[in-house]
């Protein structure tokens, strides 16, 4: 059993922390609370490492970010609602199609703007970098 599909299923995480998973196709929620203009889904799942999880709906989660006093908004679009995870993924593949850079050195994931201005940092926190934010519900910067 891969890793990252052993934590994102067993490991406790509370809902601040967004794990950046640079081999995911999508991102990952596991509480349906979370969730803007949310759609359930019937008879859907997904792969995960060497094992498959529910998928009941899909929808977009709003995060906040606190950079040094700053505050800004991270829309995850189509986010997966899947229950049965502990942890909540963002997409790696998702970070890049949205034409943001993700440098990973010293211990943290620096995301950017196409500008080079910095979006989010994820640090390394239990082998996993892990974005702390707040989920909100509203709107503003879409990956």
Known sequence: MSAI???ALYADSDETEWIIDTAATDHFCNKKELFQNYKELKNKSATLGEGNTVICGIGNA????DRNGEKSRLILLNDLHAPHMRRNLISGRLIDKAGLTAVRRNKKIN?????GDEMFIAYLKNNFYVLQAKVLK??????
């Open 111 to 115: 995301v950017n703007y196409p500008s």
């Open 62 to 65: 709003v995060l906040e970010i």
């Open 5 to 7: 599909y052993a934590s």
């Open 138 to 143: 509203s709107s503003s910067s879409n990956l």
